[in-house]
Structures are given as structure tokens and as C-alpha cells.
């Protein structure tokens, strides 16, 4: 669904003719509507009986939204009418998934023990990388194909129905989960002005502070990637395509290594390393220019976000008790949600704006407006860490290391190629040191700091 879905929703956007301000919405109003749903969600959560049944419902009606919008590919209707009804497509479909979220992520934090998170959801990214990678790879060709067949949009709406297939087979193997029963108390209900309050007394609320943060200055430039390659650089959507799985092939083989380093050292270690990280990937796209340039750059930008990613999810299961998680993870969606958009219209101006001088000639000494818009992303996400980043703290007893040492473990050589070799012979195999390889473990309460 990922690979085949949501990593060509903004190529298609930008088939459909859309504005700089629609392509900041594409981005950015979905995951603020995705977080209020997550509001909804946990409030009907706390009546269910099965959070099992919960999470299978919610995926299988978002699995038919992607019907709608592959028909959008195929109605010819005017771009600008198209545009705006892709956006709202886009906002209900993650809107159901924000009715998922919540619950899934207790259900799962119940399933899996503290001792093994990391290297589970380590393995787990891992494969849902190599998942995301061969169907990236696969849709970028049929649109390839459907290009050269002067057949674009049949291109999108197929992929589109992929997607669709996808989810529901996703909903299909979420079906098969345990689903132990969740006991709710009265302390366990909070509301969200409540968890804003106390976020600046609370060690959660300020790793929370810092996400949205951070979140706000990757919003400020994530449309304009896609936007660069396709338009300006003039990319086919076989490059488009080879550059999206190249960064979906370096979380793939980062996924496994952050998630037993986190286990390890923390995931406030992790966090930092790769938070630094991720305010350096938007500069080099101003010096690449060629393929095998931008791949360069993917291979990076992969490797820090999946440690980011992973890292980010895995500090909530430590920082929050069972019962508050659904809660938590809601409250954080609606923080991230606001700021993120607030970093898109603040792009989408600067967009607007530059372009505009530019087309004017007051920037016409720059190869691209959209070159400042990356540099004040980096800014932000820089300002973030020194803002934020020493507020918060590790909640469990880890091992000591610095962060050059760390980042040289996730660069040693000799580990990718034990993933490579994994890959070829078994990354599929079935685990017996995992929940649901034959044993039944329980995880320990983790230390409530929301």
C-alpha cells in the first residue's frame, strides 16, 4: 500500500497540474485529519471490546477508498477539479488510518516485550522496506510503461488498485493477531489540553514538543523533493522511481541494525543521532543534480530516517504505561498534525512567493527558488535540536556511547552485508525468539512519564 499507494500520490498531483499550495496540502492536510480521527478513535477504543476487530474494520474500509481514486485517474476531469478532489480522497483515506493507529499501537505494545522491541520493529521495518522497495520498483515501471504507451493515467489507476489489493490483505493478516483484553481506569483518561499543560513538566510531553518541532521544518520543503526531480530536473518516472527505492532500500538495510543498537544504547540515542542527520539531507540536493547524485543523497536521507522513524515510535512504548498508550499516540498525531501544517503553508508561500521573484528575475542568479526553501528547512530542523532535543530523556537503563561511534555502527560494512545475505537466504524465515514463534511473553510495565 505504501510502495504502491502513497509514494505516487504526490507524482499524481503533479500529473493533474496541482498548485504549490495543493501539493502542500497533499502532504500535509492528510496527516492533520489523520490525527483527528485518532481523537474519534480513541474515545469509541475505550468501548470495544476487541481492539483486534477495531483495527481489521478500520483497514478494510480504508482499503476501498484507493478504488475512488484510481477512478479519479481515469475520469478526465479538469485538472484543477481533480487536484481538489485528490486531496480530499487523500484526507479520508488517512483519516481511516487514524482511526487505526491508536489502537493498533496498543494492541501491539501489549503483544511485544520491552527486552525485544527494538529488534523486533527493527525486522519488521525491515521487511515492510523490502515490501515497499520491490512494489516502488514495480509501479515506477508500469508507469514507465504506461508513459511511453501515452497511457499515464491507466498507469496511476493501476497502481492505485494495487494498493487497494494490498490493504486488504493487510487486514486480512491483522485478523490473526492475539487480542488480550485491555482494562481501562479512571487516571487512565486525560484530555488533550490536559496533556498540553502538562507537556512542558512532562518528560513525554517534551519529547512530544520536540517531534512537532522537528516535524514542522521537514514540512517546509517534503512536497518540493518530488516537485524538484519531476519538474525541474525533468526526471522520467523510471529515475523518479529508482531514487524513491533507493532511499526505501537504505532504510531496509538501516531498519534491522538501529532496532538492536536501540535495544542497546536507547531510543533517545538513536533519536539524536539521526535527528542530526536529518537536518544535513536537505543540502546536498542543492549540489545533486545528476541520477546517480540524487541516489547518493537517498542512500543517506534512508539510512537517518529509518532511524528516526523507528526511534520516535519506540520511545512512546518506554515513556508510557499500556492503558495511556492509545491516548498518547492520539495526543502526539494532533501536536505533529497542527505544526506540520503550519510548516506546509509557510512553504507553499515561500513557493509561491519565490517563484514569482524568480520568474521576475530578482532570483534569477539562483538554478532553482526552491533551493531556499531546502536551506530554511535545514535551519529549522537545526533550531529544533537546540531547542529541544536535551529536554527529554532516556526512561531506561542503557548503555553509554557518542554519537560518532554510533553512527560508525550503523556504517559498518560488514553488518550490511550480513543483511544483504540475510535477504538472499532468509529474511523471511521464521523467528522462534519473536511473539508469535511459539512463545507467549508478556512485557514488563514500562515507566510512565506522560
Not at 484543477?80 to 478532489?85: F, P, T
Not at 515492510?128 to 491507466?154: H, M, N, P, W, Y
Not at 518516472?237 to 544504547?265: C, E, I, K, P
Amino acid at each position: 500500500m505504501l510502495g504502491s499507494g502513497e509514494q505516487y500520490l504526490a507524482p499524481f498531483g503533479i500529473l493533474l497540474n496541482a498548485s504549490p499550495v495543493l501539493l502542500s496540502l497533499l502532504s500535509t492536510f492528510p496527516p492533520l485529519f489523520n490525527a483527528l480521527a485518532q481523537l474519534l478513535s480513541i474515545r469509541w477504543a475505550d468501548h470495544t471490546r476487541s481492539r483486534r476487530r477495531f483495527v481489521v474494520i478500520g483497514a478494510t474500509i480504508q482499503s476501498l477508498v484507493w478504488l475512488p481514486i484510481a477512478v479519479l485517474a481515469l475520469a478526465n476531469l479538469p485538472h484543477h477539479l481533480a487536484a481538489h478532489l485528490l486531496v480530499i480522497l487523500a484526507c479520508s483515506y488517512h483519516a481511516l488510518a487514524g482511526l487505526v493507529v491508536p489502537v493498533w499501537n496498543s494492541l501491539i505494545g501489549d503483544l511485544i516485550p520491552n527486552s525485544i522491541r527494538g529488534e523486533f520493529f527493527g525486522i519488521r521495518n525491515q521487511r515492510v522496506g523490502l515490501v515497499t522497495f520491490i512494489t516502488v520498483v514495480g509501479c515506477g515501471l508500469i508507469l514507465d510503461l504506461s508513459k511511453r504507451q501515452s497511457a499515464t493515467e491507466l498507469g496511476f489507476a493501476t497502481v492505485f488498485i494495487i494498493a487497494a489489493i494490498a490493504r486488504l490483505a493487510s487486514a486480512r493478516q491483522l485478523n490473526q493477531h492475539d487480542d488480550p483484553p485491555l482494562e481501562l481506569k479512571t487516571d487512565d483518561y486525560f484530555s488533550f489540553w490536559g496533556f498540553i499543560n502538562r507537556s512542558p513538566r512532562s518528560n513525554y510531553g517534551r519529547f512530544v514538543i520536540f517531534t512537532s518541532a522537528m516535524n514542522f521544518g521537514v514540512a517546509v520543503s517534503i512536497p518540493y523533493f518530488t516537485l524538484y526531480m519531476l519538474d525541474e530536473l525533468k526526471l522520467s518516472y523510471l529515475h523518479y522511481m529508482l531514487v524513491t527505492a533507493v532511499s526505501v532500500l537504505s532504510q531496509f538495510y538501516a531498519a534491522q541494525n538501529w532496532g538492536r543498537l536501540a535495544d542497546r544504547f536507547g531510543n533517545k540515542k538513536i533519536l539524536s543521532a539521526s535527528a542530526i542527520g536529518l537536518c544535513l539531507t536537505p543540502l546536498p540536493w542543492l549540489l545533486g543534480k545528476s541520477l546517480w547524485e540524487l541516489c547518493l543523497i537517498q542512500v543517506f536521507s534512508g539510512t537517518m530516517w529509518a532511524g528516526y522513524n523507528l526511534a520516535t515510535a519506540n520511545f512512546m512504548f518506554d515513556a508510557v504505561t499500556p492503558t495511556k498508550r492509545a491516548r498518547c499516540v492520539a495526543y502526539r498525531s494532533i501536536a505533529n498534525g497542527v505544526t506540520m501544517l503550519a510548516g506546509s503553508l509557510l512553504g507553499a508561500y515561500l513557493a509561491t512567493r519565490l517563484k514569482s521573484f524568480r520568474d521576475g528575475g530578482l532570483l534569477g542568479w539562483l538554478p532553482s527558488h526552491l533551493f531556499i526553501i531546502f536551506i530554511l528547512s535545514s535551519f529549522l530542523r537545526t533550531a529544533s535540536i537546540v531547542s529541544f532535543l536535551s529536554y527529554f530523556r532516556e526512561v531506561r537503563e542503557v548503555e553509554s556511547i557518542g554519537n560518532t561511534a554510533l553512527i560508525l555502527r550503523i556504517a559498518n560494512l560488514p553488518q550490511l552485508s550480513g543483511t544483504t545475505f540475510s535477504l538472499l537466504i532468509g529474511v523471511f524465515r521464521k523467528r522462534t525468539d519473536l511473539p508469535g514463534a511459539g512463545c507467549d511473553l508478556q512485557p514488563k510495565t514500562p515507566k510512565d512519564t506522560s
